[in-house]
């Protein structure tokens, strides 16, 4: 399967630590995003990166790519009560345009 | 600028009925994305619809079905309804075909007795 899987499964921190979560995947890409579900809502997009990048930032998020062992990393730095949440990558893939969610990481951020 | 919307927010069923979730996409976005989100488990593509037809379907059965109207908003139709059918229901849309970001809505929670 294409499906992505998340590293860890669950993560549990301080308020104003940094939280890192994984991303494997197992063939070639044309991009990969993550995403956001807070409690069993919908998901919100947070960045995308395409398969020529090798990093990208938003604000408190940073994203890393390496299409060599097909893996990708979430960083969220100093990191808020907010940010509890479940974390999704999704690879899409060439010549398609279905997206492969993998099975989430639960982050818990206590204040 | 309205987000995607689905509904209805909850739907209560008992086994062998039918069931009809609603989703409207974002104004402009022709692409529909249906996806099946079972508790604690990660999101399981259902079907994809752009332009009206019917693009791709994951590894469901021939009971789950839909179709996209002309204003581009779609339907999902789960029919026969089984216990493990329950869960959340996500559908989302994008702008273009090609893979780009797709936007969720709230989702139809579906319960089956």
């Known amino acids: 399967s294409q499906q992505g899987e998340e590293d860890p499964q669950a993560l549990s921190i301080q308020e104003g630590e940094n939280a890192t979560m994984n991303c494997s995947y197992k063939?070639?890409?044309?991009?990969l995003q993550w995403y956001r579900q807070n409690s069993g809502r919908g998901l919100v997009h947070l960045i995308l990166?395409?398969?020529?990048?090798r990093e990208k930032h938003s604000g408190r998020l940073r994203v890393t790519l390496d299409t060599s062992k097909k893996s990708s990393s979430l960083l969220i730095t100093a990191s808020r009560a907010a940010d509890t949440a479940s974390y999704f990558c999704?690879?899409?893939?060439?010549?398609?345009?279905?997206?492969?969610f993998g099975t989430g990481t639960s982050l818990t951020v206590i204040p | 600028e309205a987000g995607v919307t689905q509904s209805p927010t909850h739907l209560i069923k008992t086994r062998g009925q039918q069931a009809t979730l609603r989703c409207s996409p974002i104004?402009?976005?022709?692409?529909v994305y249906w996806y099946q989100q079972a508790l604690g488990l990660g999101l399981q593509f259902l079907l994809w619809?752009?332009?009206?037809?019917?693009?791709n379907r994951g590894n469901f059965p021939p009971r789950f079905s839909g179709r996209q109207f002309p204003n581009y908003s779609s339907e999902l139709n789960v029919n026969a309804l089984e216990l493990e059918d329950s869960a959340l229901y996500l559908c989302?849309?994008?702008?273009?075909?090609?893979?780009?970001?797709?936007?969720f809505g709230p989702g139809t929670r579906l319960l089956v007795l």
């Open positions: 063939t070639s890409i044309n991009n």
């Open positions: 104004s402009g976005h022709t692409s």
């Open positions: 990166i395409r398969s020529n990048e």
């Open positions: 619809y752009d332009e009206g037809e019917e693009r």
């Open positions: 999704a690879t899409v893939i060439h010549h398609g345009n279905q997206f492969y």
């Open positions: 989302a849309s994008s702008l273009i075909r090609g893979g780009e970001t797709q936007y």
